[in-house]
């Protein structure tokens, strides 16, 4: 499957709301193969060169219903970096029916506010989300179950993906009343 900018359905599209269908292990064929082609459009994206020449949105994660597919699988890739913009470790996961099992009290945001490969319109403000999660889920890139203990952006980026798989999009954590309302104890990344 070929995955770029006019294969990604946008938002109103009705299936963005649905939750997705859990996914039968061991993977099957198709299912298998559209889970390495949407890892492969993340990693193609966050190089410029191939986005502009391969019609790629730039992106740090995609689930498989913003492709059209009523299925619980994303996949991430997310760099970490110093101060001086170097990359210092990178997190990259293709997961199958995943779920959070924990959460921390303590929440964070996304300075900027967050962003979405399915809506193009702007939807300014903090989404607020828990700092600390833990993720159990079956990973095509280890071709395991695995446990991940995610915090700060990560934690972030992971949980807007399983969001998408419960037809919840970003914007609807938003607080219309006050969309840059600063929460006491909350970490703004």
């Not at 991430?76 to 990178?90: C, F, L, M, Q």
């Not at 490969?117 to 993720?135: K, N, Q």
């Amino acid at each position: 499957m070929i995955i770029n900018k006019d294969t990604i359905i946008v938002d109103p599209h009705p299936l963005l709301r649905k939750r997705a269908e859990k996914v039968v292990l061991p993977l099957g064929d198709e299912d298998r193969e559209l889970l390495e082609a949407m890892f492969t459009y993340v990693k193609k994206s966050q190089d410029d060169d191939i986005a502009e020449k391969e019609n790629l949105l730039p992106a740090v994660g995609i689930a498989a219903v913003q492709v059209g597919v009523d299925k619980q699988m994303t996949a991430v890739s997310v760099n970490d970096y110093d101060d001086d913009g170097n990359i210092t470790a990178t997190h990259e996961f293709a997961l199958v029916n995943p779920v959070i099992t924990q959460y921390s009290k303590k929440e964070a945001a996304l300075a900027a506010g967050e962003g979405c490969l399915s809506i193009r319109e702007e939807h300014e403000g903090y989404v607020y989300r828990p700092h600390r999660i833990t993720v159990k889920a079956y990973d095509l890139l280890q071709d395991k179950q695995i446990e991940i203990k995610a915090s700060g952006y990560l934690a972030i980026v992971l949980q807007h993906e399983i969001d998408h798989l419960k037809g919840i999009l970003f914007y609807d954590h938003i607080n219309t009343q006050n969309r840059w309302h600063e929460k006491a104890k909350a970490i703004i990344i």
